[in-house]
């Protein structure tokens, strides 16, 4: 018996090892993963790369655009209270990535997730 399951794992850290990943660890099932620290691209890039796939899928491209346009003009509306318009840009900003976060978790997950990420970003804007 246990002959058999260090055969098994064997097998599985020469297949991962074969693959080129490094830094294999295993979570309970046994399936290998890559083990990588968080790095600054990684925060940048994910969620470009999930605003990406979710364009890709047909009913959900209007409900993006929507999703953007709204929160583009939630932020503007925001830059109007502002008598100088250069640092209210950043407010923009923050507003509009916060009305997407807000519109994907909403769709993904459910509405108590998004309102709390909504909070976090305008807590963000006030410190």
Same mark, same amino acid.
Request: proline share 4%.
């Given at each position: ?32 993963? @890559?083990?990588? @620290?968080?790095?600054?691209?990684? $925060? ?44 209210? $840009? @950043? ?21 108590? $997730? ?9 807590? $963000?804007?006030?410190?």
């Amino acid at each position: 018996m246990q002959l058999v399951t260090n055969r098994i794992s064997r097998s599985r850290l020469y297949q991962a090892n074969r693959s080129g990943v490094t830094g294999v660890s295993r979570d309970n099932r046994g399936d290998s993963f @890559p083990n990588r @620290p968080l790095h600054l691209g990684f $925060i940048i890039f994910k969620p470009l790369r999930l605003l990406v796939n979710i364009t890709k899928q047909t009913e959900s491209k209007t409900r993006l655009i929507f999703g953007l346009v709204t929160s583009t003009l939630f932020g503007l509306i925001h830059m109007t209270n502002y008598t100088n318009p250069i640092a209210a $840009i @950043p407010l923009c900003l923050t507003q509009t990535f916060g009305g997407l976060t807000h519109w994907y978790l909403q769709e993904r997950y459910f509405v108590s $997730i998004s309102i709390v990420t909504h909070m976090v970003f305008n807590l $963000i804007l006030w410190l």
